[in-house]
């Protein structure tokens, strides 16, 4: 979770969105509470967060973020720690802040990502992401116009995601009918075969047709069924109206 909020607002919001459960604790990066934010202060606290990192909610400030940003090695240290959480709350962070946060989760974590918003202060942060949420609310459009998908409620995510779930589970079950049906077609040549020639056990294809068969020969169609994409930024820049209702 990224937000502009305090310390004391984010761990509500967390906990209000179920982010951090009754068994979990608050593991805090608080730069009001530190002696000093450097590096190797900042260090010592991710060392000392990697063995609760799945047990505690990290909550960190933008303060802290900022030199963690500042500095190459200490970034990646601290994104392959946070990859381990259940859960990471930014607070008190800035526009730019979240933007960057979002691009290293893409490049150092190598992971998709879906950032979701509601104001223009999230506006940087859905443009990085592969897939951009825009929440319509009091803060205005300008979250909604930016984004790939425009929703009028943050209940509305779960609609969204159940429906790509269900093409993504579409193309799974045509998938397995396709390697279902090939197989079939194969073998009933076989026994056409078999019958016509008296029972005799001799294969009408030799090895290699067989193994092309089953690889080069019909591989094109499976590529055309798990290759496809419901959403993508090319997409979205050529059909901006399609893609701006749910």
């Not at 381990?84 to 946060?101: D, G, W, Y």
């Not at 879906?114 to 319509?136: E, H, P, R, S, Y």
Request: proline content about 2%; some cysteine; glycine content about 8%.
């Amino acid at each position: 979770m990224l937000t502009g909020d305090k310390i004391d607002t984010a761990k509500c919001i967390a906990i209000s969105t179920g982010l951090k459960t009754n068994k979990e604790e608050i593991f805090e990066i608080d730069s009001s509470k530190m002696d000093r934010v450097d590096g190797p202060a900042l260090e010592r606290k991710l060392n000392d967060y990697r063995h609760k990192a799945t047990s505690h909610v990290l909550m960190i400030d933008g303060t802290c973020i900022g030199f963690i940003m500042a500095e190459e090695r200490l970034k990646e240290e601290f994104f392959g720690i946070t990859a381990q959480a259940n859960s990471v709350c930014v607070c008190r962070c800035s526009p730019t802040q979240k933007a960057i946060v979002a691009e290293c989760i893409k490049t150092i974590v190598g992971k998709t990502i879906a950032c979701v918003g509601d104001g223009g202060n999230d506006v940087a942060m859905i443009q990085k992401a592969d897939v951009g949420l825009g929440i319509v609310g009091k803060e205005g459009m300008q979250a909604s116009l930016a984004a790939d998908f425009s929703i009028l409620s943050f209940k509305d995510i779960k609609h969204l995601i159940t429906w790509h779930g269900r093409l993504s589970y579409k193309r799974s079950a045509s998938l397995s009918q396709f390697v279902v049906h090939r197989g079939m077609i194969i073998s009933f040549m076989q026994a056409i075969f078999t019958v016509v020639f008296y029972f005799v056990t001799i294969p009408i294809f030799n090895g290699y047709l067989i193994l092309g068969y089953s690889t080069y020969y019909t591989s094109l169609p499976v590529f055309a069924l798990v290759l496809d994409e419901d959403v993508t930024r090319e997409k979205v820049d050529k059909f901006p109206a399609l893609y701006q209702t749910l």
